[in-house]
């Protein structure tokens, strides 16, 4: 009896209906990243508050002379003498300069984008459970609904606390909508494209980081900056006539008539006339009633599924520390905020493509291992690299980078393949909430500890990630595997298995069902 993944190698495993739906979907991958890493361009950048260095780092993004420094400065209350220069704190041209989060305020603006990642920890929870136990695509549109208004919303807030409440609603929703995009793309597409379009969602991301780069340097002014990010999302609701249910979903949960809708939707899109011949009614009659809900339980029910669950959570955990951090340690050398941000983007092309050749020649345990090794030995090298050889700390810099952003990749690729259909959203989802507890502690671990010691981020960071590439060793290799849809093929997944049974079959008869 053929399975989900059976059929679409019969009917084409990423054909025109596949590939408009990854289209559609990686649109909405791109424009995730104002939410995720926005408060860069919203509002000034540690180096232009008053516990930065001083006024030099300050006048140099500012492009500022020697002349031009002494003679353009406001003064500032913080130690030393620190000040700063006028250009750069034009009025209403950030949430800093509007709202005065400047100095003994400086906080205030920390605490904007933790609420963003408490609301990516609160939502991942809640909506996982959602989209597993009501549908991903009821979830998806909600979000997209909720991510967009509270946005607008937050472009015209009057007051600090009204902005600050705003953005906990859009991390809240926009980070799980963002996961259940991901989720049904790689359940509609062939086990052979999976990994493939996986990849290439997560470089969406990518774009849209480099247009956001673009569009912040057009928009100095943070409310139209705001408005310029956040309309776009309207036009994801028209997702409601061209983006389907999940048909794994539906077969889950028993609704065989619209799994079998889609799968000639899909079929169509191929150009086939039929659906493959599948014998039997699909399951014993003694499971046909049976529904499965996702319970949290589930997550650490089994041993197996424990250890995924674990391992997974610390990797989250890994990549949003190293990601977030070398990205804020990098930016304590003052230089444009624009350029290092757009460069910095540019090199997780190069990741994506090591990673679309490795992985399946490979597999995914080694690259994965060898990429948080490689992120956690280039931040302990770059503790040891003299000042002077600027050039050499670059490179190790974007080497690291460039590891931490495979990790990542590959993170959210295993993290599907490792936990059966009914629990997959709520499994991605948890897991994927310590990357929320991550960005919230990064920046305490970079702007306290270089007070302490420049270089003493770099150590943390480094023996984080090797012992996240020690844990990914423990888990199993999926290369090659259907995506589980029980329990019980989760926990034989190193097993080799004697049969298939309890899968989830297409509720078809003897003969070829004709499409038309």
Known sequence: MPTVDEVLAHVGEFNFFQKQTFLLLALLSASFPPIYVGIVFLGLTPEHRCRSPGVAQLSQRCGWSPAE??????????????????QCLTPGSSIVTEFNLVCANSWMLDLVQAAV??????????????????????????TILINATSGVLMAVAPTYPWVLLFRLVQGLVSKAGWVIGYILMTEFVGQSYRRTVGIAYQVAFTVGLLVLAGVAYALPHWRWLQFAMTLPNFCFLLYYW???????????QNRHAEAMQVMRHISRGAGKTSLPAMPGQSRPDEEVGEKLNPSFLDLVRTPQIRKHTLILMYNWFTGSVLYQGLIMHMGLAGSNVYLDFFYSALVEFPAALLIILTIDRIGRRYPWAGSNMVAGAACLASVFIPEDLQWLRVTVACLGRMGITMAYEMVCLVNAELYPTFIRNLGVLVCSSMCDIGGILTPFLVYRLTGIWQELPLVI???????????VLLLPETRGQTLPETIEEVENLRRPRRNKEKKIYLPVKKQDIPLN
């Open 69 to 86: 420094e002494l003679n353009f400065t406001v003064p500032g209350p913080g130690p030393a003498g620190e000040a700063f220069p006028r």
């Open 117 to 142: 990642n408490v609301g990516f920890f609160v939502g991942s929870m809640g909506i996982g459970y959602i989209a597993d136990r009501f549908g991903r695509k009821l979830c998806l549109l909600l």
């Open 242 to 252: 061209c983006v389907p249910e999940s048909p794994r979903w539906l077969l889950s």
């Open 461 to 471: 960071f480094a023996a984080v990630g090797l012992v996240a590439g020690g844990l």
